[in-house]
């Protein structure tokens, strides 16, 4: 295995001039930067990736925190991430958070003890006072998915009240008055953001709430069955539903269809993120889009910025959603709507 002294006597420059290559800060003429790669490449040369990060101070590690790695969602953030910070030479740690305030916040400790570089964080459970104390921290940080006022220059985060109000606004333009809402978690603000979208489009087009027509979906397949079951169990009718994510849609589809219901005949059904499941449902779901890979490539390119490693790209902090139409919505049915 060739090492750094290989390297600088076929380019007949010192070690340290080799060093200084690799690991950059100090200039080096074109001449001899030239003969140390041509060197590097005709051996094969890799350097040891603990040695250049004590010379560094630099693992060449991005941690990464979300809360499922198995999610649709946080694996198209993560894609995004990789594709940028890979053709910097870096690597990524990944960790769950599973939205739970204690394991994001082991998470967190975790990834600065491995001497990550810079860590992008995809948040639900811990709250802002406690991630604005993370960001005094010597490694620098990102918020993805989540606005906090006084890390706004840190925050990439979607408009979900927009598009809450787009989903909703778009099944009221097909006609639909009676319409549901199979509501995320709770106690997550991107839940509490959409819920509020969908109230604003109802009141706009003067149509009042009604608490009877939502339940919570809890952002999973299984959750949007349960949450299917009960409005069908409370007796309200509806011929549209909002749900705020793909994967629950999903499970309310189920639902409906246990229950003899066609979609978009007897139901209608938008959902939000649009991941792969959505083209892949039947009928292919109607879904608000959010830029998941654009959105994990504006946060690597802040945590390089953040850095000094690539400070050229204007990096955009608030992303809006677009509505995809597919094949779940149509006008609704003349008959008796369904309970």
Aim: hydrophobic residues 45%.
């Amino acid at each position: 295995m060739a090492t750094i002294k290989d390297v600088a006597h076929l380019a007949r420059v010192s070690p340290a001039t080799v060093s200084r290559v690799l690991n950059g800060g100090v200039p080096v003429s074109e001449p001899k930067r030239a003969s140390v790669t041509a060197a590097i490449e005709r051996l094969g040369y890799r350097p040891n990736a603990f040695a250049r990060s004590l010379a560094t101070n630099r693992s060449g590690g991005i941690g990464v925190v979300v809360s499922e790695v198995s999610s649709a969602v946080y694996g198209g953030i993560i894609q995004g991430i990789e594709s940028v910070i890979e053709a910097h030479d870096m690597h990524m740690v990944v960790s769950s958070g599973h939205a739970l305030a204690g394991l994001e916040r082991d998470a967190f400790d975790f990834l600065r003890q491995r001497r990550c570089d810079a860590l992008v964080l995809q948040l639900d459970g811990a709250h802002d006072d406690e991630v604005v104390e993370w960001a005094r921290h010597d490694v620098p940080i990102v918020i993805v998915g989540r606005y906090i006022e006084e890390l706004h220059d840190r925050c990439l985060h979607l408009d979900n009240v927009a598009g809450g109000h787009l989903a909703t606004r778009h099944l009221l333009d097909r006609g639909h008055r009676a319409i549901a809402h199979v509501g995320g978690r709770a106690d997550l603000a991107d839940a509490r953001e959409r819920l509020q979208g969908y109230r604003s489009a109802l009141e706009e087009a003067g149509i009042a709430y009604d608490e009877a027509l939502v339940a919570d979906g809890g952002f999973v397949e299984e959750g949007g069955q349960r949450a299917m079951r009960r409005l069908l169990d409370r007796g309200r009718e509806f011929t549209a539903v909002f749900a705020a994510n793909d994967q629950s849609a999903a499970g309310a589809m189920r639902t409906l269809r246990e229950a003899g219901l066609r979609m978009p005949e007897d139901v209608s059904i938008v959902g939000f993120d649009d991941t792969l499941l959505a083209q892949y449902l039947v009928p292919a779901l109607t879904t608000v889009r959010q830029p998941l890979l654009e959105m994990g490539q504006a946060a690597a390119w802040l945590a390089l910025t953040l850095l000094g490693v690539d400070a050229r790209r204007e990096v955009m902090h608030r992303f809006e959603p677009v509505l995809v139409e597919r094949e779940s919505v149509t006008a609704p049915r003349s008959g008796p709507t369904p309970a």
